[in-house]
């Protein structure tokens, strides 16, 4: 059985943009085609949070680590796909040793879902893996970097390094590794659409609707999309404290003036 047509758990509140249905088309071509796809983007503008998604991690993380045998496994936590984020100080030996952990540890919990009755053949080569994403894989110097290809030779999955911008011609330097490059995605900042659509959801849980043809609200507009350019996580992050702005006001109404308040709470760097 495949588990590559189960769909990720659900996370209510993530917010399906069009960045994000580009970057599970280019995924799943990387799944289909076993190819390597080397995704790039500027902090913030949304990677982690959509691999994390696309791999249903929130929900399949936790059967992991540590890894939970015994337990029935719900199908629509085994998505066929993985997330690793290497840390700064990974070895590629511990890299290779956290890799194989983590394909085997998968493979047990699919088997045990399966036949679940069936004693577990331990030895046996991990083989229900589709596709490995690894975050900020621009972390990796160049013998981690072998380690992928190599597992990625050894396995015959699809594999994803996402990583910042110019990550692409870093790796175009490993003419192994670069010459099984399948595609590359550039993940961009939100559009002037999307950033509506996405301030919509956000007015709409908050109880409020949003009307971008309203004075109050196109001000308020105007001044998110000039303090986030875009940003997925500034977006986030600003109306953490719009939330926190407006509670403490006992406001109903998301103004420039509340935005404003709200922006003066945050510390924001540079998004480009």
């Not at 249905?21 to 790039?40: K, L, N």
């Not at 690793?84 to 070895?91: E, F, H, M, Q």
């Not at 900042?189 to 007015?203: N, V």
């Not at 303090?227 to 509670?247: C, D, H, M, Y």
């Amino acid at each position: 059985m495949s588990t590559s047509d189960t769909q990720p758990a659900v996370n209510s509140r993530f917010i399906v943009t069009k960045e994000y249905r580009r970057f599970v088309e280019f995924c799943d071509a990387c799944r289909r085609y076993r190819y390597i796809g080397v995704c790039t983007g500027a902090p913030g503008v949304g990677k982690t949070l959509s691999a994390r998604h696309y791999t249903g991690w929130d929900a399949l993380e936790p059967w992991l680590s540590p890894l939970r045998i015994g337990d029935p496994v719900p199908m629509d936590v085994l998505t066929g796909a993985l997330l690793y984020t290497p840390s700064v100080v990974t070895t590629p030996r511990r890299l290779d040793e956290h890799l194989r952990g983590l394909r085997r540890g998968y493979h047990r919990l699919v088997e045990t879902a399966l036949h679940p009755d069936q004693e577990m053949d331990w030895l046996a080569e991990p083989t229900h893996v589709e596709i490995l994403i690894v975050d900020e894989a621009d972390r990796l110097k160049t013998l981690g970097l072998e380690v992928l290809r190599e597992v990625h030779d050894r396995t015959e999955i699809g594999l994803v390094l996402i990583g910042m911008p110019g990550f692409e011609k870093r790796l175009a330097r490993y003419p192994q590794l670069y010459s099984r490059v399948g595609f590359v995605h550039h993940y961009r900042a939100l559009s002037s659409e999307e950033l509506r659509f996405i301030l919509a959801h956000h007015w709409s849980r908050l109880g409020l609707t949003f009307a971008p043809d309203d004075f109050t609200d196109a001000e308020a507009l105007a001044a998110i999309s000039r303090i986030t350019s875009g940003n997925f996580r500034l977006v986030q992050r600003l109306f953490s404290q719009i939330e926190r702005v407006l509670e403490i006001n006992q406001v109903q109404m998301i103004s420039q003036e509340v935005v404003e308040a709200a922006r003066e709470s945050l510390v924001i760097g540079s998004t480009g």
